[in-house]
């Protein structure tokens, strides 16, 4: 289950089929979810990179929720970790200017491509090899940053999605970014030490599959928040 809290309009933002904010016709959230339900996973997860797949439902939501805001068509949007393409892919049905897909592993990248055949967008997307974490690319325009970074659960990789919330100040003027349920305080802190401001944060449910060694259940579901942050810098 996914709803908006706390932040911005309740009214205009529980409205996630439809029309985007100015009346250009979109395809349904649900559509798009069913659309990115045959993005294939990872083969050999990283545990030490905390690579899971991002659910085609809440990245449905996250890019639906996006193009109503007017954060995707006719922007570059970079997804950054982008493991096997699932946020990315979303964005490319939407009708931005240009994607881009960032990951560190080239076997997700190359799982990446085969999920782009797949799911046969109108918009191509660049898929790079590079460090999200090191500003690896200055896009031009508007852009808006997308990505479900590493939730630092892994000990000796605490705080990690901070590097990643860095590199989206340095680059967008608007990011979407999904992160451990708890984090409103430390997003909102961010946020404001580096010019930019939390405007809308979304409850979330992440169904983690059995596929690491220290999973104990054959399918564990996390709460986790999403968070829209507009920077200035």
């Not at 930019?196 to 983690?208: I, K, N, P």
């Amino acid at each position: 289950m996914i709803g908006v809290y706390l932040y911005g309009d309740e009214r205009e933002h529980r409205s996630t089929d439809g029309a985007a904010p100015g009346g250009v016709a979109m395809s349904s959230k649900s559509a798009l979810a069913q659309r990115l339900a045959i993005v294939a996973g990872f083969e050999d997860p990283n545990v030490s990179l905390e690579q899971y797949r991002t659910p085609p439902e809440l990245a449905a939501h996250l890019v639906h929720t996006a193009d109503l805001q007017g954060d995707i068509e006719d922007r570059t949007i970079v997804d950054l970790g982008c493991g096997t393409g699932m946020l990315a892919l979303g964005a490319a049905l939407r009708g931005p200017t240009q994607v881009v897909g960032l990951d560190i592993d080239p076997a997700p990248l190359a799982t990446a491509r085969d999920n782009e055949r797949k799911v046969a967008s109108a918009t191509e997307v660049e898929w790079v090899r590079g460090d999200a974490t090191q500003v690896p690319l200055g896009p031009d325009g508007p852009t808006t940053v997308i990505m479900n970074p590493p939730f630092g659960a892994q000990s000796g990789n605490e705080h990690a999605d901070r590097a990643f919330l860095e590199t989206a100040s340095e680059i967008a003027d608007v990011s979407y970014s999904i992160h451990n349920a708890g984090s409103d305080a430390f997003v909102e802190s961010f946020a404001a030490d580096n010019g930019g401001e939390v405007t809308h944060a979304f409850r979330a449910e992440f169904e983690l599959p059995h596929q690491y060694d220290h999973h104990t259940e054959e399918q564990r579901t996390v709460d986790a928040e999403v968070f829209r942050i507009e920077w200035s810098g």
